[in-house]
């Protein structure tokens, strides 16, 4: 088994690849903006890294989000090619999954709010339980301002990007050493994360959701739309 796994639905243009037991390569380069421009050379660097060609590779696992549209579908599309061109199965995972999960293999363990960088002063959120099995899904993911998710959200330890654009108004646990662990939570997708993730839920027979007839979760409208068509008036 080589699984590659491609996210780009955050700040982190991420490719990893992962051999059903760990993870053995991963290239992440941070731009918000350039993601194509990152991905491509970023697949042939994890490729390098672990001495494989994509002939190797026997699946692939794309983060749909939820993410800015242009970045988002960036990924997805590159995932997609990529497994059409040497014929391979492709999955989809919810992003904010695998963030909650590089958390969960860090160590952290309770409740826990994902909070990533949705653009327009917005972020996308998934509240998350995590327990010595793993990680359980709770609520979301929605899109919403900060200061207007639900009060008990933004009291508990945040993932992403979130807390660093917010501070005021994602301000995490109180400071009542209710949180006492010191456990670093990540702040963007981890490939490595994602596909690892995927690598568990395939191997308990809970597949990830295939991508083939499912939309990526932009949770509202492209920022870019159709023009409407002119109305050119006519001499009679």
Do not use: N
């Given at each position: 088994?080589?699984?590659?796994?491609?996210?780009?639905?955050?700040?982190?243009?991420?490719?990893?690849?992962?051999?059903?037991?760990?993870?053995?390569?991963?290239?992440?380069?941070?731009?918000?903006?350039?993601?194509?421009?990152?991905?491509?050379?970023?697949?042939?660097a994890?490729?390098?890294?672990?001495?494989?060609?994509?002939?190797?590779?026997?699946?692939?696992?794309?983060?749909?989000?939820?993410?800015?549209?242009?970045?988002?579908?960036?990924?997805?599309?590159?995932?997609?090619?990529?497994?059409f061109?040497?014929?391979?199965?492709?999955?989809?995972?919810?992003?904010?999954?695998?963030?909650?999960?590089?958390?969960?293999?860090?160590?952290h363990?309770?409740?826990?709010?994902?909070?990533?960088?949705?653009?327009?002063?917005?972020?996308?959120?998934?509240?998350?339980?995590?327990?010595?099995g793993?990680?359980?899904?709770?609520?979301?993911?929605?899109?919403?301002?900060?200061?207007?998710?639900?009060?008990?959200?933004?009291?508990?330890?945040?993932?992403?990007?979130?807390?660093?654009?917010?501070?005021?108004?994602?301000?995490?646990?109180?400071?009542?050493?209710?949180?006492?662990?010191?456990?670093?939570?990540?702040?963007?997708?981890?490939?490595?994360?994602?596909?690892?993730?995927?690598?568990?839920?395939?191997?308990?027979?809970?597949?990830?959701?295939?991508?083939?007839?499912?939309?990526?979760?932009?949770?509202?409208?492209?920022?870019?739309?159709?023009?409407?068509?002119?109305?050119?008036?006519?001499?009679?």
């Amino acid at each position: 088994m080589l699984i590659l796994g491609i996210d780009t639905s955050t700040t982190a243009i991420s490719v990893a690849l992962h051999d059903g037991d760990r993870v053995v390569a991963q290239a992440t380069t941070l731009d918000a903006r350039a993601h194509a421009e990152h991905l491509a050379p970023g697949i042939r660097a994890a490729l390098d890294q672990a001495g494989a060609a994509p002939r190797d590779v026997t699946g692939v696992v794309v983060g749909i989000g939820p993410g800015p549209f242009t970045g988002l579908r960036v990924g997805i599309v590159s995932g997609r090619t990529f497994a059409f061109a040497l014929g391979l199965p492709v999955h989809g995972l919810c992003s904010l999954d695998a963030l909650a999960h590089e958390a969960w293999l860090g160590g952290h363990r309770g409740g826990l709010l994902v909070a990533t960088d949705a653009r327009r002063k917005e972020v996308y959120a998934a509240e998350f339980l995590l327990d010595e099995g793993g990680l359980t899904r709770l609520a979301g993911p929605v899109v919403s301002r900060a200061a207007e998710l639900q009060h008990d959200w933004r009291r508990l330890p945040i993932a992403g990007r979130g807390p660093l654009l917010y501070p005021a108004d994602l301000p995490g646990p109180p400071e009542d050493g209710s949180e006492p662990s010191g456990i670093p939570l990540p702040r963007d997708v981890s490939a490595g994360a994602l596909a690892d993730l995927a690598v568990r839920r395939l191997a308990d027979g809970d597949p990830a959701d295939p991508l083939d007839g499912l939309e990526p979760l932009y949770l509202r409208r492209p920022d870019v739309s159709k023009a409407p068509p002119s109305q050119k008036s006519t001499l009679g």
